[in-house]
């Protein structure tokens, strides 16, 4: 979170804010970032069958 003291914060009036749409903007990157994280959880669950074959020979 920015501090009102840092040059790159710009003030933002209550009249200017629509939360509806900032709260749209949250769910989606939400919703990107659970993508995200499920895909990479089937990519860590796939084994190739090679590999299963190697460990079974074993």
Do not use: G, H, N, W
């Not at 990157?29 to 990479?40: L, T, Y």
């Amino acid at each position: 979170m920015k501090s009102i003291l840092d040059r790159s914060f710009r003030y933002t009036s209550s009249t200017d804010t629509d939360l509806r749409k900032t709260f749209a903007r949250i769910r989606r990157e939400q919703r990107a970032q659970a993508r995200v994280q499920v895909e990479d959880e089937k990519l860590r669950k796939v084994v190739p069958i090679r590999e299963c074959k190697r460990a079974a020979v074993s």
